[in-house]
């Protein structure tokens, strides 16, 4: 290629077509379809090459305005351009491309490579290939087909991550926990079939009735745990809050033709027992109800031998009378059976 002033006569112009590479130290330029009057038009649109070694220059504009080895294949307003410049001291390249070809058996990127923002602050993608550890580090977010990609960073609690399974088992394999907490107008206890504990608030009751329930369900609220086994078998423990002490209930489903609900029964303990509890044992004290007496098998005859006669012991009762007396005095020694009389009061 050559540089300079090169006239040409009227009507003829230098022409450059495809495919013509220049060969340059180990690199080559490929021009295609320049059509300039001079050779000295086509130095100035590629610059002058000084050399033909493997540090050869190529400086921008005629007689080298710019630094030497600056680059600029295109205007940077271009769709697509490649760019090669210093700024302050620093060599830099630039590469914007509207369609990027790759056209060979193999493309590599050796060494560290690095994605930054354009103020090259921050870095969104970071490889390095002889850093221990991490290799590829990526900064503010990973999506995949528009879905978020999930990380150690950024799962946990309120991440919004809905997985299969945990631990290798489905949510079916663990015990759901639900709070009533009045936004249902009604809640039937015998639509709640799922393994789990369930509970309803102090005012729920307020603004949701609660159907199939032991007791009404009154301030203080309720808890309900529920367990199961197969599609039809089904355990309940019912407790309800508020007034008086707490008090259990249990009633279990079962299948014949159709899932039908037990009876809910009462769960006795020390606290809800005694007086007027209702409670009624098979066994007082070891004791079948037959072993006691009562109104039905005491009286005469009946063998019923008391600590006490109206509230008196048997030594305080006289047991036989054996005669009266009419005194004027008390007796000095009365009798055991012997009623006496005073004639004089």
């Known amino acids: 290629m050559r540089s300079g002033h090169n006239p040409v006569n009227n009507g003829y112009t230098w022409r450059l077509y495809q495919p013509l590479?220049?060969?340059?130290g180990q690199s080559k330029i490929v021009a295609e379809q320049i059509e300039v009057k001079t050779l000295s038009a086509i130095n100035s649109h590629l610059g002058e090459i000084n050399g033909d070694t493997d540090d050869y220059k190529l400086v921008m504009g005629s007689g080298g305005s710019a630094e030497e080895g600056t680059f600029l294949l295109g205007a940077t307003t271009d769709e697509s351009y490649l760019r090669r410049w210093k700024e302050g001291g620093?060599?830099?390249?630039?590469?914007?491309?509207?369609?990027?070809f790759v056209d060979a058996v193999s493309s590599k990127v050796l060494g560290r490579f690095q994605v930054r923002n354009a103020a090259d602050t921050a870095t969104a993608l970071d490889v390095d290939p002889a850093a221990a550890g991490v290799k590829v580090k990526i900064t503010g977010g990973l999506q995949i087909d528009g879905g978020t990609a999930w990380h150690s960073g950024n799962d946990g609690s309120d991440s919004g991550l809905d997985?299969?399974?945990?631990?290798?088992?489905?949510?079916?394999d663990f015990p759901r926990k639900f709070t009533f907490a009045g936004a249902e107008s009604s809640v039937d206890l015998n639509t709640i079939t799922g393994v789990g504990f369930y509970n309803a608030t102090d005012n729920a009751y307020t603004t949701t009735t609660f159907l199939n329930t032991p007791v009404a369900v009154g301030i203080g609220g309720f808890t309900l745990l529920v367990t199961r086994i197969g599609g039809s078998y089904t355990l309940?423990?019912?407790q309800h809050y508020g007034g008086g002490s707490p008090t259990l209930y249990k009633r279990s489903s079962y299948y014949t033709g159709g899932v039908v609900w037990g009876p809910w029964t009462k769960m006795w303990s020390d606290a809800n027992d005694g007086s007027d509890s209702g409670l009624d044992a098979d066994l007082l004290d070891g004791k079948h109800g037959s072993y006691y007496w009562n109104s039905g098998n005491d009286?005469?005859?009946?063998?019923?031998?008391?600590?006490?006669?109206?509230g008196q012991h048997a030594a305080s009762i006289k047991q036989a009378v054996t005669g009266i007396q009419v005194l004027t005095a008390d007796p000095s020694n009365p009798s055991d059976g012997t009623i006496w009389l005073r004639s004089d009061v």
Do not use: E, P, R
């Open 21 to 24: 590479a220049v060969t340059i």
């Open 90 to 100: 620093i060599w830099k390249m630039a590469i914007k491309l509207a369609t990027f």
């Open 236 to 238: 309940q423990l019912f």
């Open 299 to 310: 009286g005469s005859g009946s063998g019923l031998d008391a600590d006490l006669l109206d």
């Open 163 to 172: 997985a299969d399974l945990l631990d290798g088992l489905n949510s079916s």
